[in-house]
């Protein structure tokens, strides 16, 4: 069965250093997005992309994050200046249609210290 | 704007016994999609069961099933025969006009052997 594959699944960076999380989304799929969840939380929207840019954002989504799919299949999430409550699990998903589940990622856990 | 509450954080179930997590929305939408996901020890997330609100029969998926009440806004799951691989959280959501997946905060199932 088709996959979101993320990458790397545990990072830990120090405060103020930037990270790359990498998703490769469902080859066929059109739609992606990065949701996140800090531990005990619930899940959080903070981008969603389509047709090569940025459809909605949440407030979470400041400066600070940035969105990319540079080659056709990676799907990217930058954060350019990790703060600790940058600290989460980051799960990346696709879908193709509007009226499909999303295909979730394993997620990526960002630890900032 | 859409909501979703989970009432029960924590329920606990005896292996091969049923049990039925309780999941409330609210939306303005007349048409929307519900889902299931579960996320195990490894916090991967994972689709468990979905449910168009424009059909009024029950979504169905192997010993996983839902009650949609769309009047009252109910949408439980309900896990039969529980197994010890069960043990997850377990997250409703409903997916919004922008096609963004609001989620409830989640009910933690302990399956009892």
């Known amino acids: 069965e088709p996959e979101v594959t993320q990458t790397p699944s545990h990072q830990v960076t120090q405060m103020g250093q930037e990270v790359i999380l990498r998703c490769v989304p469902i080859s066929n799929h059109l739609y992606f997005y990065w949701y996140r969840q800090i531990l005990g939380q619930k899940v959080e929207f903070l981008v969603s992309?389509?047709?090569?840019?940025?459809?909605?954002k949440s407030e979470i989504f400041d400066d600070q994050f940035s969105v990319e799919r540079p080659d056709g299949s990676n799907f990217t999430l930058k954060i350019r200046s990790t703060k600790l409550e940058d600290s989460a699990m980051y799960f990346c998903?696709?879908?193709?249609?509007?009226?499909?589940?999303?295909?979730f990622g394993s997620g990526t856990r960002l630890t900032v210290v | 704007a859409q909501t979703v509450t989970q009432s029960q954080p924590e329920m606990s179930v005896q292996e091969a016994e049923t049990v039925t997590l309780s999941c409330t929305y609210d939306t303005s939408e007349s048409d929307y999609y519900l889902f299931w996901y579960k996320q195990p020890p490894s916090r991967q997330m994972i689709l468990v069961i979905r449910?168009?609100?424009?059909k009024q029969q029950n979504a169905t998926e192997n010993r996983f099933s839902v009650n949609f009440q769309k009047a009252a806004k109910s949408f439980s799951l309900k896990i039969s025969d529980s197994q010890l691989g069960d043990a997850a959280m377990y997250f409703c959501?409903?997916?919004?006009?922008?096609?963004?997946?609001?989620w409830g905060a989640g009910t933690k199932l302990i399956i009892k052997p």
């Open positions: 992309f389509y047709n090569n840019e940025i459809s909605e």
């Open positions: 998903a696709s879908r193709r249609t509007g009226d499909e589940g999303y295909t």
């Open positions: 449910q168009e609100a424009y």
């Open positions: 959501a409903i997916l919004d006009g922008n096609y963004q997946l609001i």
